[in-house]
T-cell receptor, first 110, second 109 residues
Framework: AAGVIQSPRHLIKEKRETATLKCYPI?????VYWYQQGPGQDPQFLIS???????DKGSIPDRFSAQQFSDYHSELNMSSLELGDSALYFC?????????FGPGTRLTVT | LAKTTQPISMDSYEGQEVNITCSHN???????ITWYQQFPSQGPRFIIQ???TKVTNEVASLFIPADRKSSTLSLPRVSLSDTAVYYC??????????FGTGTRLQVFP
């Protein structure tokens, strides 16, 4: 069965650079969520989109923005990267209550 | 703010049944209880969800007492591959999952 696809899987950036993470939800899923998981920490909800509109917002820094496109894929844009942004970024999609998570993008900021 | 309390870690041996209990004293009337499993460097994976009494699927059972202030995830006959972190979440809907600290399960041969 098709799963959530995230790209890239690994990304290395320097401080103050920008990064764009992509998420391709499971076909027919209408909701996308973004989570950030720091080393040894729990996943933290960042933001979600339903039918291409932002539906909820969590602890997403102002330096980050996201959107969902007409084909339902989503992109998380991160600017002015800081060392503390180094983390695993998960995307999840759903059609209802159950969220299916992608494999994550590991972002390392040096 | 996490709405759940779980043991930080548990140890077990292969073939044993493992029960992980989660406390959620402030559960709201409409909240569901959901458990996720997470392996290192992977996204959380849905295990089971319930509202009351008992739910069973092909991988686990979930026991929820009448007052719903706690729940127990039961993993029958664990194997080494069940070594992971298990998260208990309560939410009216899962629009935004608020993860707690989770329970780190270590299965020994």
């Amino acid at each position: 069965a098709a799963g959530v696809i995230q790209s890239p899987r690994h990304l290395i950036k320097e401080k103050r650079e920008t990064a764009t993470l992509k998420c391709y939800p499971i076909p027919r899923h209408d909701t996308v969520y973004w989570y950030q998981q720091g080393p040894g920490q729990d996943p933290q909800f960042l933001i979600s989109f339903y039918e291409k509109m932002q539906s909820d917002k969590g602890s997403i820094p102002d330096r980050f923005s996201a959107q969902q496109f007409s084909d339902y894929h989503s992109e998380l844009n991160m600017s002015s990267l800081e060392l503390g942004d180094s983390a695993l970024y998960f995307c999840a999609s759903s059609l209802g209550d159950e969220q299916y998570f992608g494999p994550g993008t590991r972002l390392t900021v040096t | 703010l996490a709405k759940t309390t779980q043991p930080i870690s548990m140890d077990s041996y292969e073939g044993q049944e493992v029960n992980i209990t989660c406390s959620h004293n402030n559960i709201a009337t409409n909240d569901y209880i959901t458990w996720y499993q997470q392996f290192p460097s992977q996204g959380p994976r849905f295990i089971i969800q319930g509202y009351k009494t008992k739910v069973t699927n092909e991988v686990a059972s979930l026991f929820i007492p009448a007052d719903r202030k706690s729940s127990t995830l039961s993993l029958p006959r664990v194997s080494l591959s069940d070594t992971a972190v298990y998260y208990c979440l309560v939410a009216y809907n899962t629009d935004k999952l608020i993860f707690g600290t989770g329970t780190r399960l270590q299965v020994f041969p």
